[in-house]
């Protein structure tokens, strides 16, 4: 399947794709997209892409492990320290922290964090609302959107009531996708709820209501934000 999984700008300004393909590159001089060669027999998954300093990438993928990018080279390495317990091949969200701390989500609904101080254990965390669909850089701390809920950690400290949720209700609730734009506003992506938002300085999640002729943004299914 050459399905999008990830589509990511990095600090220089590049398209960056991952799809069930592999890795691509846009090249804006001649409008066509560059494979990029993973070192693996196959051509894996590529679920997620993040930018881990100015000339680095990280990309995750769906079974076959993690790997480091060069911008400017192209090189890439596997990176087999950082396959931590669990389903340790299978990458489907990845992140570093403000801290330098590793986040890792898998197949499962167990997210795992390796600490910046390499003398700390591999630590787990079971999250209740299902598996993870995106990793944000958050308030000073990392905040989970998962299937059915959000968690916050910071501090050491996880938390499920971090954010108040209430005007989706209890029901069948299934976060898709998450996005911090440059002024604090949070906006999560949601099957069948549309848009929603926490505006900055809050901690209420509220419905972005739009419709437009026959597009009702209300009921819409929103995969991904960008």
């Not at 398209?15 to 560059?34: K, Q, R």
Request: proline share 2%.
């Amino acid at each position: 399947s050459n399905n999008i999984a990830k589509t990511f700008v990095d600090r220089k300004g590049n398209l960056w794709v991952g799809s069930g393909m592999g890795l691509t590159l846009y090249n804006a001089a001649n409008d066509e997209f560059e494979r990029i060669a993973l070192p693996s027999t196959a051509a894996p998954r590529v679920n997620d892409i993040f930018q881990s300093d100015d000339h680095h990438l990280l990309i995750g993928t769906a079974g076959y492990g993690l790997y480091l990018l060069d911008i400017d080279t192209h090189k890439v390495v596997k990176l087999d320290n950082y396959a931590l317990e669990g389903d340790n091949d299978y990458f489907s969200h990845i992140l570093i922290d403000r801290e330098g701390n590793f986040w890792k989500a898998g197949s499962s609904p167990v997210i795992t964090f390796r600490r910046n101080n390499k003398q700390h254990t591999i630590s787990t965390y079971d999250s209740p609302y299902g598996t993870v669909t995106a990793f944000l850089n958050y308030e000073g701390g990392v905040l989970m959107v998962c299937r059915r809920g959000l968690i916050y950690y910071q501090n050491g400290q996880f938390s499920t009531d971090f954010i108040d949720m209430s005007v989706l209700g209890d029901d069948n609730i299934q976060l898709r996708s998450a996005l911090c734009d440059k002024m604090g506003n949070l906006f999560i992506g949601t099957l069948g709820k549309g848009l929603c938002w926490v505006p900055n300085g809050t901690r209420k999640l509220l419905r972005y209501e739009h419709t437009s002729g026959s597009f009702d943004l209300n009921t819409s299914n929103v995969w991904a934000l960008f």
